[in-house]
């Protein structure tokens, strides 16, 4: 039977989605999205990402509930918008995704030992493969105690920061307000938000659907802002945005300042394991997009193998951890987060898109379909307003997707 197993309830589910999102944004994109909006600007640029992310969630759990199954958006813009508009959405997906494994792992080797971080980012990817292939209980149990270590670590920088005497509240206010650079800080920050939809890319292995998606998704979304917009808060109050654009290590800074610099190892570590959850949910749901894609043809169909005993698509997962260490072995971080930014925001414009097309729902108390429009809205603007390089990299590469698509089908159609 080639049929992945349901095992996954509502906790388990808001863990897995804590754990692909925790990490991202607290140890990664801070830096930049200040230097692009200042401190007021980096605060509104938070809340227009949690609040484009709120849409996209209230979308993709209508259609996680109706399309029970591996894929995500691949499957829903399959399903309602038709075969095209699925395969953007699985290439864009894996593409992007793809690169945010590159770089959670090489974030992970300069944490750890800076001056071998390649070597360590390719031993990162080996480890949380190999967790994976074990079968998705043990990826939530696995996450569910990096995420315990994660919010240890994130509510000492907060204590730490608030108590240390440095924190000064009228920083919060300085830098750029409203603005473009606004739009663009919210696109980089969207990449912290992203893994939320690793919930609905694991939809064949959760228990009851229809109920536990729609609860998980938005709960475990909730819980970042707030703790986002916490650290945020912290981080803008002790270092400035000044410095906060210019740091390598925000959250270690901020101990440093604060007065415990020798607690910055712990930070350092607890960085370590947060992007290490990141890192194996992220293999996780990247696998099992290449195994919706298989089954239709998408992409060589000896990718859609599942583990006869552990009921995993070991296949799809080995392919991606070889391409995700090829990358390792041969770029770096830089780019990687506008890039990545890009092709999701262009898959979670094809989930709102398809979620449209499912009508009213009187069973709802939200506007799911104003939602969905909001939704839409924000993923194009936020793509198109992120720094040039990314948008030309991430809209060259879905053109060459694109290009496949047609070519493929053409050569198809002369064979038959």
């Known amino acids: 039977m080639n ?3 349901r095992r996954l309830g509502v906790p388990d589910a808001v863990v897995i989605g804590l754990g692909s999102m925790l990490g991202a944004g607290v140890f990664v994109v801070f830096a930049p999205a200040a230097a692009a909006a200042g401190g007021l600007g980096l605060l509104l640029a938070l809340a227009l990402a949690g ?35 699925g395969f953007v959405a699985g290439w864009g997906f894996v593409v992007g995704k ?6 959670m792992a090489l974030t992970i080797g300069a944490y750890l030992w800076p001056g071998q971080a390649r070597p360590v980012a390719v031993a990162a990817v080996v480890a949380v493969t190999a967790v994976n292939l074990r079968g998705i209980g043990k990826t939530a149990g696995v996450t569910r105690a ?54 609905a890319t694991l939809g064949e292995e959760v ?24 650290l945020a808060v912290v981080a803008l109050g002790v270092l400035g945005p000044e410095r906060l654009a210019a740091s390598t290590a925000p959250l270690a800074d901020v101990v440093a300042v604060a007065g415990w610099p020798g607690l910055a190892w712990l930070v350092r570590a607890g960085a370590t394991v947060a992007v290490t959850g990141v890192l194996l949910s992220l293999v996780a749901g990247v696998g099992r997009t ?18 006869p005993h552990r009921q995993v698509p070991h296949r799809a997962e080995l392919v991606v951890a070889a391409i995700v260490i090829l990358v390792v072995t041969l770029g770096d971080v830089r780019g990687a987060i506008g890039f990545s930014s890009c092709t999701v925001l262009v898959y979670y414009a094809i989930a709102n898109a398809s979620a449209l097309t499912l009508g009213r729902d009187p069973a709802r108390k939200l506007p799911v379909q104003t939602l969905a429009v909001l939704g839409l809205a924000g993923c194009v603007l936020l ?34």
């Open 290 to 307: 290449l195994l919706a894609m298989a089954r239709r043809r998408d992409v060589p169909e000896a990718l859609a193998a599942v583990h």
């Open 146 to 199: 990096l995420v315990a270590v994660t919010l240890t670590v994130l509510a000492l920088v907060a204590v730490t920061g608030l108590a240390g005497g440095d924190f000064a509240a009228a920083g919060l206010g300085t830098g750029s307000g409203p603005g473009y650079g606004v739009f663009t800080a919210a696109g980089l920050l969207f990449f912290a938000f992203a893994g939320y939809a690793r919930i």
């Open 98 to 103: 793809t690169a945010s494994c590159a770089a």
């Open 3 to 5: 049929q992945l197993a």
């Open 383 to 416: 793509a198109v307003t992120l720094p040039p390089a990314s948008v030309l990299a991430g809209f060259g590469v879905l053109a060459l997707g694109a290009a496949w698509y047609a070519l493929r089908w053409k050569l198809l159609a002369n064979n038959r």
């Open 51 to 85: 609040f484009v992310a709120f849409c996209n969630a209230a979308s993709s759990a209508r259609l996680a509930a109706r399309y029970p199954e591996s894929g995500g958006t691949y499957v829903y813009g399959r399903e309602r918008l038709g075969p095209f508009a």
């Open 207 to 230: 228990r009851d659907p229809e109920r536990t998606i729609p609860r998980a998704v938005p709960l475990a979304l909730g819980v970042v802002l707030a703790i986002y917009l916490t």
